[in-house]
């Protein structure tokens, strides 16, 4: 019997429940939401801009996020290396806010790191997803339903991430988007991400990040 490879199946990337849903960020693809929503230019306006990334891994989102912003909080309930503390972002009250949260939660936690965001974040929240997120009647009645997000960007490139590692090279079936909620804004508009890979990669961007 030959393997069903159709992009059907192949983008249903299934994680173990106590899995660390290990699948770091390539750099350019934080850069790619920080220009779609000119936030180089919100930061300049707010002089000390704070966001927080909870789910940190190895640091290659927070990278592009301290090129924009004063101050990143990071942090991750594993310890990767990269010299961020451990913390468990959905363990006990919510922490302080800050202006932004930007993130790429773990899969099966996402409800509830945009559930926290969303308390904890003064002028916004973005995470990368899996496309397939933005279905599920279930879902779709506690969070899309009563938190309407602001902006639903879709890549039109497809953004690599292999379990384990970051990689300059390599292919995917998986399709991500961005989702941005901002408040009092309940009107979503979808746009694509158009290319900008080879425009927002830096050669560092794989480099080990060590604090």
Not at 51 to 66: I, K, S, T, W, Y
Request: proline fraction near 9%; hydrophobic fraction near 40%.
């Amino acid at each position: 019997m030959t393997q069903n490879i159709s992009s059907a199946v192949m983008q249903q990337r299934s994680e173990p429940h106590d899995s660390l849903d290990d699948f770091p960020t390539p750099p350019w693809a934080t850069r790619a939401l920080l220009e779609c929503l000119d936030l180089p230019f919100w930061a300049s306006l707010h002089g000390f801009a704070t966001c927080r990334e909870p789910a940190a891994n190895r640091g290659h989102m927070v990278r592009p996020l301290r090129e924009v912003f004063t101050s990143v909080e990071a942090a991750d309930i594993f310890d990767y290396g990269a010299g961020f503390p451990q913390a468990d972002y959905l363990f006990g009250p919510d922490p302080d806010p800050v202006d932004w949260t930007i993130t790429n939660p773990p899969f099966r936690l996402a409800e509830q790191f945009i559930q926290r965001a969303l308390r904890t974040s003064r002028h916004g929240v973005a995470v990368i997803v899996r496309s397939a997120f933005l279905e599920g009647v279930g879902r779709h009645r506690r969070l899309f339903q009563p938190h309407p997000p602001r902006f639903v960007l879709q890549f039109t490139e497809r953004v690599v991430m292999h379990k384990g590692r970051l990689s300059a090279t390599g292919s995917t079936a998986t399709a991500y988007c961005w989702i941005v909620w901002t408040p009092g804004e309940h009107d979503t508009r979808f746009a694509w991400i158009p290319p900008c890979r080879k425009r927002l990669e830096r050669a560092a961007d794989y480099e080990a990040v060590l604090l």
